[in-house]
């Protein structure tokens, strides 16, 4: 969705962007060379492989990018330390995953090639898929499915799991699974996609990071700047949705509440009343685009 993302982000010459999920830059050089003269991206990514593409990207687009090492949980004190003092002029949080990572003989996140375990976005992490599919009790595993994969035979697949340990590869673990849900009925889906999610979400602990980030890349925004947010699943949307909502109220007491009293105060406006999906032409193109959603807010 980059045109989306840049059509809604209002680019401003010399403005300061922050893409807290650099990848391998697309997003940030189509934002740099969105105007001239350029604006600044800031760029955050904690993958050192999809830095070093990203590098040689960026050197060939000739676009004004400035990457760091962090993760964007990290964000306010790379602003500090870039001695920003007046807001950015848009923030972009993609929370995709990259063909990069997906393609990796490393990684572990595909289950259509033959990898070792693993799923860190960072590899400095401790936890890997590994320790979770072959240590976690069938009670932490059944959770972990049914809660970041809303897998409806979360159960079974489970207790096949432990069964089935010790699992080394992500064909071991893609084959488990097929035998607990059956060849791929739907085209679209593969039986091991919802595993897959839940476990990279758990290793990378994706969900308890997004609150923390939306609210943090919101203060950074100065007034009347924006923030995009790209999501793939209804977990990552839902979160999105409710942070936005709640910044743009004017109270959040509970509604047995009478009066307020929680002092809030209206921090956005929502651009996008509800998520903006990708064009079908981009979709034929990308078929990996298809669950993407995009939500819009603005700093009041």
Not at 4 to 31: F, N, Q, W
Not at 152 to 169: E, L, Q, V, Y
Not at 204 to 212: A, D, F, G, V
Request: hydrophobic share 40%; with cysteine; charged share 25%.
């Amino acid at each position: 969705m980059v045109n989306e993302v840049v059509r809604e982000l209002d680019i401003k010459p010399d403005g300061i962007y922050v893409d807290c999920t650099l990848g391998l830059a697309g997003h940030s050089i189509a934002i740099s060379n969105a105007t001239n003269p350029q604006p600044t991206i800031i760029g955050l990514e904690v993958d050192e492989e999809a830095i070093g593409k990203a590098k040689i990207n960026i050197e060939n687009s000739k676009a004004n990018i400035k990457i760091f090492n962090e993760s964007f949980l990290n964000m306010e004190s790379i602003i500090k330390f870039n001695a920003i003092q007046s807001g950015v002029d848009g923030v972009l949080i993609d929370l995709g995953i990259s063909s990069l990572q997906l393609n990796s003989t490393e990684k572990g996140f595909s289950f259509r090639k033959n990898s070792p375990l693993d799923m860190r976005f960072d590899s400095n992490d401790e936890l890997t898929a590994d320790y979770i599919v072959n240590n976690y009790s069938f009670k932490k595993l059944h959770n972990i499915l049914e809660m970041f994969g809303e897998e409806k035979s979360a159960k079974n697949i489970a207790k096949n799991i432990i069964d089935s340990r010790p699992i080394k590869t992500t064909l071991q673990l893609s084959q488990v699974i097929i035998r607990v849900k059956g060849k791929n009925k739907n085209r679209l889906l593969h039986p091991a996609t919802k595993t897959f999610q839940a476990l990279r979400i758990a290793v990378n602990k994706e969900l308890e990071s997004l609150e923390s980030g939306l609210i943090d890349a919101i203060k950074i925004l100065g007034s009347g700047r924006r923030i995009v947010v790209i999501s793939y699943h209804s977990l990552e949307d839902r979160i999105v949705k409710g942070v936005f909502r709640e910044a743009a109220s004017d109270c959040v007491c509970p509604p047995r509440i009478p009066v307020c009293i929680c002092d809030h105060v209206r921090e956005v406006r929502l651009v996008t009343k509800k998520s903006v999906s990708p064009s079908p032409l981009e979709v034929s193109g990308n078929p990996r685009s298809r669950s993407a959603r995009m939500r819009v807010a603005e700093h009041v």
